[in-house]
């Protein structure tokens, strides 16, 4: 996988004000693939938040290799990975529930979308989202604006217009 420095210094500042605005609370992503994006939203997590990545690791013939790949490029990277826990499965599977009880019963703070690239995966992905962002939380979204991958545009649009007016800002 691959890591923009803007998306990496952008998500660092974002996780920051959060912090300086007392803001607190887990942090989950949907598509983890390796890890990077998750290392950079583990770094900036509070020694009480605890971190969720979800990822199917599709095309690996036992998903317990590279889940373990992840929690060892995290060690690598942020010195410890105590605070990380890894759903090896289908995001479609989740629940606001099931998510509640792998992030230790506390909602999110920041949740990043990068998992599924198709309409209703999106969709599902921003609904279950939703559900669990604390007030003030932040959803990062890749690929939105990303013209090979019109289904993340078209899942993102579908769920504006299904949620429209409903407390949050778009921009």
């Known amino acids: 996988g691959w890591l923009a420095p803007e998306a990496a210094f952008f998500t660092a500042y974002l996780l920051l004000y959060q912090k300086n605005i007392n803001l607190t609370g887990n942090i989950t992503e949907i598509g983890v693939y390796c890890g990077k994006y998750l290392a950079v939203l583990y770094q900036h997590a509070n020694e009480n938040e605890h971190v969720l990545g979800v990822d199917a690791f599709m095309g690996a013939t ?13 060690l690598k990277i942020c010195g410890d990975n105590r605070r990380l826990n890894i759903f090896a499965g289908d995001s479609l599977d989740l629940t606001s529930k099931d998510i509640l009880e792998l992030i230790h019963g506390k909602n999110t703070r920041l949740i990043s979308i990068d998992g599924g690239h198709t309409a209703d995966v999106v969709f599902h992905d921003l609904e279950l989202s939703i559900s669990i962002l604390k007030e003030g939380g932040i959803i990062v979204m890749d690929d939105i604006f990303n013209h090979s991958l019109p289904g993340v545009t078209e899942g993102f649009f579908r769920f504006k217009y299904a949620f429209n007016g409903v407390l949050y800002s778009w921009f």
């Open 62 to 74: 036992n998903i317990e290799q590279p889940k373990q790949n992840v929690f060892q490029n995290i």
